[in-house]
């Protein structure tokens, strides 16, 4: 009998895990025909036709997962055919976007939002390893003012030994207590120096760097960077993954200097090129920081840093603008020199928003 209640309970179990997965009866819509129920417009085919909304609704938790997944990436498949042609046909990505191409790709700006999130986040817990502290905690409490007195005095004594064995004449051993002076009175200044940062902080403080160039934000900016380094590069850090958008137009008007006489290409063709070859730039970055970290010799990371961008401009310039050889590499080099001037642009548009 009890083998008989277990068997009917792990059914019911099953029935109930069941239901949870699969939904109740009548959670999915017929795919062809019926009314919307989003909008109750009748449907002719899978979707609706008045507001997109797909016949075939889940009421399950494997549908509640599809949904957080596609929430949290919001790319479905576009992304595995959008960043192959990023990487190896950016011009062909680009000139079919312009073009109307759309709906097989991830949208420009989705794109260049989620590499530069990924960017910063990797270049900031990736970029440098934590350094291990080898700072040794006293067991008991220490009178660090006398400590240093008597580091002084040591170091006094030492330098008066060293100049007692440089003044005797040349022999081997003379020449080792010479080395092991000088080795012990190198260790005890540089431990003299830390404690001297700690006992008078206000004598060891960054100076305030004053300027006068008639640019009142950048002096002021200047000067705070000067008084408080660790500061001004965390507000540098954040400012610039806050307002990375602004790279693209500051970067419009140098791009359309390139076409000035090309008719067929507008102001919306350069936006979309500049916001595809930012957001390879910023998965370069991503991909070289993760290289060295897994350990690629710094010299291949160096390569690919250096030849990368110069090539994808290229071939996104030829393949975007149906430009020749000559017009692509002609350009590729004046975009190059674009990019030098944009990001000092930026730089210094950080550095006003650090001043404020």
């Known amino acids: 009998m009890s083998e008989a209640g277990d068997g009917i309970g792990s059914l019911a179990t099953g029935a109930l895990w069941a239901r949870a997965f699969e939904g109740p009866v009548g959670a999915h819509d017929a795919h062809e025909g019926g009314a919307c129920a989003n909008c109750g417009v009748e449907r002719v085919g899978a979707y609706c036709h008045a507001c997109g909304q ?7 938790l494997m549908g509640l997962v599809h949904d957080i997944a596609h929430g949290v990436f919001h790319f479905d498949g576009k992304v595995w055919r959008t960043l192959p042609m990023l990487v190896w046909r950016p011009g062909a990505l680009t000139r079919r976007y312009v073009d109307g191409e759309r709906a097989k790709f991830v949208s420009p700006m989705a794109l260049f939002l989620f590499s530069v999130f990924l960017m910063f986040a990797v270049v900031s817990n990736l970029a440098r390893p934590h350094a291990e502290s080898t700072t040794v905690t006293p067991k008991g409490p220490v009178d660090t003012e006398l400590l240093y007195k008597q580091d002084q005095a040591k170091l006094a004594a030492l330098e008066t030994a060293r100049a007692k064995v440089a003044g005797t004449p040349a022999a081997a051993t003379l020449d080792k207590q010479k080395d092991e002076l000088k080795d012990e009175i190198k260790g005890l200044t540089i431990g003299l120096k830390a404690r001297d940062s700690v006992l008078h902080p206000a004598a060891n403080a960054p100076k305030m760097v004053h300027l006068d160039t008639g640019w009142r934000w950048l002096d002021k900016s200047v000067s705070h960077m ?37 008719r067929d290409v507008g102001l919306y063709d350069h936006a979309i090129f500049s916001i595809y070859s930012l957001s390879f730039m910023s998965l370069g970055v991503v991909t070289l920081t993760l290289f060295g970290r897994l350990g690629i010799p710094g010299a291949i990371v160096s390569l690919l840093a250096i030849f990368g961008p110069p090539v994808h401009m290229y071939r996104q310039l030829k393949g975007t603008y149906r430009l020749g050889r000559f017009g692509a590499f002609f350009r590729t080099v004046a975009l190059l020199v674009i990019t030098s001037i944009t990001s000092s642009l930026f730089i210094a548009f950080l550095f006003y928003m650090g001043s404020e």
């Open 226 to 262: 000067s008084q408080n380094p660790e500061l001004t590069l965390y507000k540098l850090k954040s400012y610039a993954y806050k307002y990375s958008w602004a790279l693209i137009p500051i970067s419009l008007p140098f791009i359309w200097l390139l076409f000035a006489f090309k």
């Open 54 to 60: 797909p016949g075939h609704l889940h009421k399950n």
